[in-house]
């Protein structure tokens, strides 16, 4: 395992790192499908083994379940580890809506700490808020009071355009961004990253492998149940140059746009510990084609259910997210 510096956080992280939105199961639907906390504690403490300290979860992945998970399988290591979670998603009052209210950000948090069996978090994030709150100095206001009391080290935003990156850069406060970033999702390369290169803003780079789509590991006769992100994506899923071993990676490290000492990788998460064993190699491959990328992008991007991290796309602030996806 290979160690950067996140931005001027200062946090010095694994390159890959654990995305916890898979652990949260199916109960609540929005997810990767069913689960077993069994073999997800299993494959947080491999992970652990192996060198991975950067986990990175929400607290509405499963309703809480997803910390639940996490704070049982690190307890006792959690010096040895960062731990970054999300606040946006109200599921404390029946469904599920975004509320970014300042009292609302602090009760969150206070929930998400018992959960996490910690009394902070290395890196607190708002999970995709709209655009006019990012580049608003005072959203950010109820981190800085969390921070004074020790329970948040740093804080950052969870985006998915590129506009929302140059508000949240602007408005100088977030420490990072974490934006979804694969050979489906290059429109970061420029502007966006050379800017967060500029103000030291961390990347954290979700949903490398499309939601799983870039594997290699599911083929065109993959079927997901309901509740699962993928179930309404299937029929795209059938695509010839979506298929496994079709699409193949190039690697982003060393050398290219991840070269930068500021990002970070949080990985495909939610798997067993069999598929911790090995880490996916950034070396070799060719560039998928253009076509290929252009098809991938209207894939993952179909029927408006681009993931937002948990969230579908059109969501906005204080609307119900709606039944799960």
Same mark, same amino acid.
């Given at each position: 395992?290979?160690?950067?510096?996140?931005? *001027?956080?200062?946090?010095?992280?694994?390159?890959?790192?654990?995305?916890?939105?898979?652990?949260?199961?199916?109960?609540?639907?929005?997810?990767?499908?069913?689960?077993?906390?069994?073999?997800?504690?299993?494959? &947080?403490?491999?992970?652990?083994?192996?060198?991975?300290?950067?986990?990175?979860?929400?607290? &509405?992945?499963?309703? @809480?379940?997803?910390?639940?998970?996490?704070?049982?399988?690190?307890?006792?290591? *959690?010096?040895?580890?960062?731990?970054?979670?999300?606040? @946006?998603?109200?599921?404390?009052?029946?469904?599920?809506? %975004?509320?970014?209210?300042?009292?609302?950000?602090?009760?969150?948090?206070?929930?998400?700490? !018992?959960?996490?069996?910690?009394?902070?978090?290395?890196?607190?994030?708002?999970?995709?808020?709209?655009?006019? %709150? %990012?580049?608003?100095?005072?959203?950010?206001?109820?981190?800085?009071?969390? !921070?004074?009391?020790? !329970?948040?080290?740093?804080?950052?935003?969870?985006?998915?355009?590129?506009?929302?990156?140059?508000?949240?850069?602007?408005?100088?406060?977030?420490?990072?961004?974490?934006?979804?970033?694969?050979?489906?999702?290059?429109?970061?390369? @420029?502007?966006?990253?050379?800017?967060?290169?500029?103000?030291?803003?961390?990347?954290?780079?979700?949903?490398?492998?499309?939601?799983?789509?870039?594997?290699? !590991?599911?083929?065109?006769?993959?079927?997901?149940?309901?509740?699962?992100?993928?179930?309404?994506?299937?029929?795209?899923?059938?695509?010839?140059?979506?298929?496994?071993?079709?699409?193949?990676?190039?690697?982003?490290?060393?050398?290219?746009?991840?070269?930068?000492?500021?990002?970070?990788?949080?990985?495909?998460?939610?798997?067993?510990?069999?598929?911790?064993?090995?880490?996916?190699?950034?070396?070799?491959?060719?560039?998928?084609?253009?076509?290929?990328? *252009?098809?991938?992008?209207?894939?993952?991007?179909? *029927?408006?259910?681009?993931?937002?991290?948990?969230?579908?796309?059109?969501?906005?602030?204080?609307?119900?997210?709606?039944?799960?996806?």
């Amino acid at each position: 395992m290979r160690y950067r510096t996140l931005g *001027r956080t200062g946090l010095k992280v694994s390159e890959i790192g654990f995305g916890a939105w898979a652990i949260g199961g199916n109960d609540r639907g929005n997810s990767y499908g069913p689960t077993d906390d069994a073999t997800s504690i299993a494959a &947080v403490r491999r992970a652990v083994e192996l060198g991975c300290t950067f986990f990175d979860t929400a607290d &509405v992945y499963g309703w @809480g379940h997803s910390e639940e998970v996490l704070g049982q399988a690190l307890e006792g290591r *959690r010096e040895e580890v960062g731990i970054a979670t999300k606040v @946006g998603g109200d599921f404390y009052h029946g469904g599920v809506r %975004m509320n970014f209210d300042p009292g609302y950000i602090a009760f969150a948090l206070e929930r998400s700490l !018992k959960r996490l069996r910690t009394d902070y978090v290395d890196l607190y994030q708002l999970h995709n808020p709209p655009a006019e %709150m %990012m580049g608003d100095a005072e959203t950010y206001e109820v981190f800085e009071s969390l !921070k004074a009391e020790n !329970k948040v080290l740093h804080y950052g935003v969870s985006i998915h355009e590129p506009l929302e990156a140059a508000l949240s850069i602007e408005a100088g406060r977030p420490a990072t961004l974490q934006i979804p970033f694969s050979v489906l999702r290059q429109e970061w390369i @420029g502007e966006p990253l050379a800017e967060a290169r500029k103000a030291n803003v961390g990347i954290i780079a979700r949903e490398p492998l499309a939601n799983g789509f870039l594997a290699g !590991k599911i083929p065109p006769s993959a079927r997901f149940p309901p509740g699962d992100i993928r179930h309404a994506l299937l029929p795209e899923a059938r695509r010839p140059d979506l298929g496994p071993g079709r699409a193949s990676v190039r690697p982003l490290l060393p050398g290219g746009v991840d070269g930068d000492s500021r990002m970070q990788d949080p990985g495909p998460g939610g798997g067993g510990p069999r598929r911790l064993r090995r880490a996916p190699s950034r070396q070799g491959g060719n560039r998928p084609s253009a076509a290929s990328v *252009r098809n991938g992008r209207q894939f993952v991007n179909s *029927r408006g259910l681009s993931t937002r991290n948990g969230f579908p796309a059109h969501a906005r602030s204080g609307e119900a997210c709606g039944p799960p996806v």
